[in-house]
């Protein structure tokens, strides 16, 4: 009994994270519009300022750009699922590793917006943690109390 009970949670779990992710009508344009439009710009709804040091923002852009480009990819393909944007986003942050040390708060939260933003347009839900550990480099689940 024990043994099926493991094979069943197995194969739920496989299912779940290899599910495909239909990718909607106008997902691709929405993708494009979002590469198309400046970034990185004052938003007084998020309270956003503005990019900090001016020098960066074509090459946070360019950052930005690359993972709309991945998953552009990804929703153009024959099986687009929540585990390839995942790992995705992944790739993506890690570009940024670069710059990281350059950029201040403000801006990294503004990435982290922009990812979910493009995370929006596919329907993903989740970044598996990824924008948190992106942002303050820990789960929350992971901190253990004192």
């Not at 550990?133 to 992971?142: C, I, L, S, T, V």
Request: charge should be neutral; glycine fraction near 6%; include cysteine.
């Amino acid at each position: 009994m024990k043994i099926l009970l493991i094979l069943g949670c197995v194969i739920t779990f496989i299912s779940c994270t290899t599910r495909t992710l239909k990718t909607k009508e106008g997902t691709i344009k929405k993708i494009e519009a979002f590469k198309e439009k400046q970034k990185f710009v004052e938003d007084s709804f998020l309270h956003y300022p503005g990019i900090g040091d001016e020098s960066m923002r074509p090459i946070l852009s360019s950052k930005i750009n690359a993972i709309a480009n991945d998953f552009k990819k990804i929703a153009s393909s024959d099986k687009p699922s929540k585990k390839k944007y995942q790992d995705a986003i992944g790739v993506g942050l890690k570009r940024f590793s670069d710059v990281y040390l350059s950029v201040d708060t403000e801006d990294r939260e503004r990435i982290c917006l922009y990812v979910e933003e493009l995370m929006d347009i596919v329907g993903l839900k989740s970044s598996n943690g990824q924008l948190n550990d992106f942002m303050y480099g820990f789960q929350p689940d992971e901190v253990v109390s004192q």
